[in-house]
Every structure is written in structure tokens, then in C-alpha cells.
């Protein structure tokens, strides 16, 4: 059963675009966690988002969890070619958590200059 | 020192091979994963330790072997391996095991190619 749901799986753009990506679940998460990931690298933890409503911004990257904790977003203003990569929302699932996390498939963005 | 460091980066391995897979951490973490990633796709849990101890097996075949030395140290010995098993093998650690909500840092892995 695949507990987290994002969307695009894929996502081509020109420089300078906008993009949104979604994470979604019927559970609650006590927090979600978003990672970057480069072709041969492991994943960069972006952020995390704990507080139902939580707005967070990383430059042009701004995170939102939803009022009910089950879903997220990223939303991307202005891409660049460097934004390139595997985009990766991750969940964890309260306090008697073993510190697993549950992955959603990911999504694959190409921003072309 | 904020990182987790993985060897060897890469490895090829024949069928017969037996190898191990190492990861370091020294920012004081006490949860050590492995996962298994396959291109395209997102990581998938092997094995959680916890203050040293495995706390989580995924149903990994036993060809897999796990090991945690110490808190610093996890390691992950191959046996018997098959070609499906390749794969970028990451390594990641947390601060503590039901603290998650600081997130993970992951090392840049071991791709590893079964011959």
C-alpha cells in the first residue's frame, strides 16, 4: 500500500517556469520531510514541515503541510536548470515511530535552459 | 562534521563474491539506516538500528547481513548476491530513532553492480 501519493512522476520545464508538486495521503504524518536528490547522489533534506498550515521558504522553494497533516506541497517560482532532479516527500507517523520513514515514488524534474 | 560517508562509492561483485558496504557517521546520531534505490525510484528500507541494536528488518533476504560495531560504524555485508541486486545502496542516520522530525542525513552511496 503506497501511503503517500506525489504527483507529477515526471516533470520537463523552460527556465524560468513555475512548478508545483504534490504529496498526498488519507493518513496523518506528525511531520513531512522533502529531499532533493542529484543523479548519483544520496538525498539533500530540504526541510521539514511539523505544524499543521506550516508555510516554510527556502529561497524560490516555499513548503506547505496541509491543516490536516496528511498533505504537502513544493511549489518552485522561477526554475533553474540547477533545480534539476528527483524530488522525494517523506512522512513519519507519530510518537511510537521507530524513526521510519514512508517515501512518496518521487518526481523527476527537468528544467532546460 | 555534518555528513555521513559511505566506501566504496562503487563496487562490482560476481555472484560468488562476498563483500561489505561501509558507512560513518560522527554527529552523534543514534538511528542508522540502509536503504536500497533503484534508478528512478525512491529509497526502500532494509534495516533501521537503533542505539546499535536493529530495531527493523524489512524481510531482507539473509544474503544481506547487517552490522553496527558501534555508534559511529554501520556496516552492510553481501553474500551470494544476484544480478536484481544491483542497485545505489544509501546510508542514512537521524538524531533519534523516534525524533524523525529533524529528518535524515543520507550519504552519497555505494552503487553497487551484481555480475
Known amino acids: 500500500t503506497q501511503l503517500l501519493e506525489q504527483s507529477p512522476q515526471f516533470l520537463s520545464i523552460q527556465e524560468g517556469e513555475n512548478l508545483t508538486v504534490y504529496c498526498n495521503s488519507s493518513s496523518v504524518f506528525s511531520s513531512l520531510q522533502w529531499y532533493r536528490q542529484e543523479p548519483g547522489e544520496g538525498p539533500v533534506l530540504l526541510v521539514t514541515v511539523v505544524t499543521g498550515g506550516e508555510v516554510k521558504k527556502l529561497k524560490r522553494l516555499t513548503f506547505q503541510f496541509g491543516d490536516a497533516r496528511k498533505d504537502s506541497s513544493l511549489h518552485i517560482t522561477a526554475a533553474q536548470p540547477g533545480d534539476t532532479g528527483l524530488y522525494l516527500c517523506a512522512g513519519a507517523r507519530g510518537s511510537s515511530n521507530t524513526g521510519k520513514l514512508i517515501f512518496g515514488q518521487g518526481t523527476t524534474l527537468q528544467v532546460k535552459p | 562534521d555534518t555528513e555521513v560517508t559511505q566506501t566504496p562509492k562503487h563496487l562490482v561483485m560476481g555472484m560468488t563474491n562476498k563483500k561489505s558496504l561501509k558507512c560513518e557517521q560522527h554527529?552523534?546520531?543514534?538511528?542508522m539506516y540502509w536503504y536500497k534505490q533503484k534508478a528512478k525510484k525512491p529509497p526502500e528500507l532494509m534495516f533501521v538500528?537503533?542505539?546499535?541494536?536493529?530495531?527493523i528488518n524489512e524481510s531482507v533476504p539473509s544474503r544481506f547481513s547487517p552490522e553496527c560495531p558501534n555508534s559511529s560504524l554501520l556496516n552492510l555485508h553481501l553474500h551470494a548476491l544476484q544480478p536484481e541486486d544491483s542497485a545505489l545502496y544509501l546510508c542514512?542516520?537521524?538524531?533519534?530513532?523516534?525524533?524523525?522530525?529533524?529528518?535524515?542525513?543520507f550519504g552519497s552511496g555505494t552503487r553497487l553492480t551484481v555480475v
Open positions: 554527529m552523534g546520531h543514534r538511528a
Open positions: 542514512a542516520s537521524s538524531q533519534e530513532p523516534d525524533r524523525p522530525n529533524y529528518g535524515y542525513t
Open positions: 538500528y537503533s542505539y546499535e541494536k536493529l530495531s
